[in-house]
């Protein structure tokens, strides 16, 4: 069994990453070592030595590190984690640097209908075809949440449980950066 080791800037990202990877493979078995950090500096400065400590305990054979883009550049963040993170660590992969465009919140947007499934009282009549176009995607969700019914999006309870309900398609679909994680786990592929 290949397993997993997940750093982000924060916990639900990491706590969703792991229900998409446990989909995506198909296979919720699979056991994922995480840990989400109170903010991209965290994750920065002690990314490197998570992943050593991830690598220590034998287990681990592919890494994700995921560091949304909030209006930077997709690619300059990437670099970043190359730089301060991925090669600091010293490892060698497969890992993917996954930098969601502009937060991983672009992917719930891409299918708003998962939303429904948790939350019963929404009911979005809007369809977003280019999520990642939205400026602050987590921000578009509580705003929408606020018209309907409680209870009210709240990223950190509700998106590891939206993500079991995603279209992985439209989601594979509709925003590019969620690309790179499908290939690590469908090819066992990184991108770094």
């Known amino acids: 069994m290949i ?3 997940i750093i982000g800037e ?15 493979a ?28 991830f690598h220590g305990l034998g287990v681990c054979k592919r890494f994700v590190v995921c560091y949304d ?9 990437r670099q970043e984690l190359i730089d301060r993170v991925i090669g600091p660590s010293g490892l060698q992969g497969p890992f993917c640097a996954l930098v969601p465009v502009q937060e991983i919140e672009a992917w719930i947007l891409a299918d708003l209908a998962a939303v429904t499934k948790i939350i019963k009282g929404w009911t979005p009549t809007k369809v977003i075809h280019h999520p990642e176009t939205i400026a602050d995607p987590k921000e578009l969700l509580e705003k929408m949440s ?14 590891p ?3 079991l309900h995603l279209d992985l398609e439209q ?5 590019p950066s969620f690309e790179p994680l499908h290939r690590m786990v469908t090819m066992g592929k990184g991108n770094v």
């Open 171 to 175: 989601v594979l679909q509709k925003c």
């Open 161 to 163: 449980r939206i993500a």
């Open 10 to 24: 924060d916990q639900s990202d990491v706590e969703t990453l792991c229900v998409l990877i446990k989909r995506i």
């Open 26 to 53: 198909d296979d919720s078995s699979i056991t994922i070592k995480r840990k989400g950090y109170d903010g991209c500096g965290q994750l920065l400065t002690k990314g490197a030595r998570q992943l050593q400590l």
């Open 146 to 159: 606020r018209e309907f019914q409680k209870p009210r999006y709240a990223h950190a309870v509700h998106n």
């Open 69 to 77: 883009s909030d209006r930077a550049s997709p690619a300059k963040r």
């Open 3 to 5: 397993l997993y080791g």
